[in-house]
């Protein structure tokens, strides 16, 4: 999942972005509420955490920007401002949630999880294909219930694909959602790392989960019919 964070303080931003890179998110950090409008303008974000105080648009104003332009990206605002009217102006201006410093870094993650669990519809916790099972709060994967050791990006990749099973993601897609801004889309990275991802789920398994559309993309699928081309 790709995160856009909007924050101004240096030290702050790249805290917090380290520590949701190590939960496996992709995240690209605008330092100004101008340059946040603009980075959703121009990416595909799974949600913004967007910081109040911000130089040239407050945070408020960002919100109501994105709204007005029909982005429906769920979006996070922290503030050091927990009075009751500026929680209720958070909301009104189309956060969809609404979290008060200093806080706690477990909670900011559940409450990310639960905004993006919501999408375009509820989404479980735990996703589950064939024999294979997907723990996205602990962020363990399980086949036939044997534990498969991921890296982050392993793991990113895997979520997104099967947050998406049985549709082909293409190449594209994966790059928008699983890296970050700053990703070579020249680079043969993508498919490295689908076929890490596929040695380790499949290797072994008369069943091939992950499938490679040729000129298309990538599926991960379950059904028996379908074959790599």
């Not at 909007?6 to 101008?34: F, H, I, N, W």
């Not at 008060?100 to 509820?122: I, N």
């Not at 190449?171 to 680079?187: K, M």
């Not at 499949?202 to 074959?227: M, P, Q």
Request: negative net charge; glycine residues 6%.
């Amino acid at each position: 999942m790709r995160i856009l964070l909007v924050e101004d303080e240096p030290s702050a931003a790249r805290m917090l972005a380290k520590g949701l890179r190590e939960q496996t998110y992709a995240v690209d950090v605008a330092p100004d509420g101008a340059s946040a409008v603009y980075q959703a303008s121009v990416n595909d974000y799974d949600l913004v955490i967007l910081d109040v105080m911000l130089p040239l648009k407050d945070g408020f104003e960002v919100c109501r920007e994105l709204r007005a332009e029909g982005l429906t990206i769920p979006i996070l605002m922290l503030t050091a401002r927990d009075a009751v009217q500026d929680r209720i102006a958070g909301l009104d201006s189309g956060a969809d949630d609404y979290l008060t410093k200093p806080f706690d870094f477990h909670e900011l993650l559940a409450r990310l999880r639960a905004l993006l669990r919501r999408g375009p519809a509820l989404r479980s916790e735990t996703v589950e294909l064939a024999d294979l099972s997907i723990d996205t709060r602990a962020r363990q994967v399980r086949r036939v219930g044997r534990q498969i050791e991921l890296t982050a990006k392993e793991y990113a990749l895997l979520e997104y694909l099967a947050r998406r099973a049985g549709e082909v993601v293409s190449r594209a897609e994966i790059a928008e959602h699983v890296w970050e801004e700053n990703f070579d889309p020249f680079s043969n990275l993508i498919e490295v790392y689908v076929q890490r991802l596929r040695r380790k789920i499949d290797e072994g398994y008369a069943l091939k989960l992950l499938r490679t559309r040729r000129g298309e993309g990538y599926v991960l699928t379950s059904a028996t019919e379908d074959s790599d081309a």
